[in-house]
């Protein structure tokens, strides 16, 4: 069983407000990457955390960002927010890097409307 | 660079009917190979995975294998039920190991 707990789970915005989504990783995992789906469409990368540092991003603007804490938690933030920002927006967190003996847990997500 | 294709969807079967979803691959060196699970509500689920050419990933009767002279990884059910309903969406990582590249999804929806 996944423990990777996002919040919130949904969230309404106005267009032009900013946003902070949170999600605490599974005990003892040390990577934290985000993800946004498009209704309809896979996941897209926007960027992984790996002890506290940003480690590869997708092609999402610089309005895009990120932290990762001590506890390996993190967030999402997006400021001027855009129609086109309405997605859910999935966490990952794994113990270390994806790779042959890696397995990524997703948490449920966080469903941002922009209005 | 990197990238997925899969089926496009949606697929409707009657259970116990064989599934077959495609998915093909383009990529630099050789990644690993994922099929990931999308209940309605629900974040993602590993489903399987293969990390090598002809390496054979199985969980829950669903079977996939890593094709590298067609750079496939279909994956397959041979009986499918009410249950797997749900979106399926194939994934790779290279060798980077710091993302993870999705298809768009197939959905399955089976009738009894």
């Known amino acids: 069983e996944t423990g990777v707990t996002q919040s919130p789970t949904h969230l309404i915005k106005t267009r032009g407000q900013q946003v902070t989504l949170r999600c605490s990783s599974q005990s003892g995992h040390n990577t934290v990457s985000w993800y946004q789906q498009a209704l309809g469409q896979g996941p897209q990368f926007i960027f992984q955390y790996y002890r506290e540092e940003e480690n590869g991003r997708g092609n999402f603007p610089p309005r895009f960002s990120g932290l990762q804490f001590p506890n390996y938690s993190s967030e999402l933030n997006v400021n001027a927010l855009e129609l086109d920002d309405s997605a859910l927006y999935l966490c990952a967190s794994s113990l270390g890097r994806l790779g042959m003996n890696t397995e990524a847990f997703f948490g449920q997500g966080t469903r941002l409307t922009v209005v | 660079g990197n990238s997925v294709t899969q089926m496009e969807g949606p697929v409707t079967l009657s259970e116990e009917a064989f599934l077959t979803i495609n998915c093909t691959y383009t990529a630099t060196g050789y990644p690993s190979l994922f099929w990931y699970v999308q209940y309605p509500g629900e974040g993602l689920q590993l489903l399987l995975k293969?990390?090598?050419?002809?390496d054979k990933g199985s969980n829950k009767g669903f079977e996939a294998t890593y094709r590298k002279e067609t750079t496939s990884f279909h994956l397959e059910k041979g009986s499918v039920q009410v249950s797997d309903s749900a979106v399926y969406f194939c994934?790779?990582?290279?060798?980077?190991?710091?993302?993870?590249?999705f298809g768009t999804g197939t959905s399955l929806t089976v009738i009894p």
């Open positions: 293969a990390t090598k050419a002809d």
């Open positions: 994934a790779l990582s290279d060798r980077t190991g710091n993302q993870f590249y």
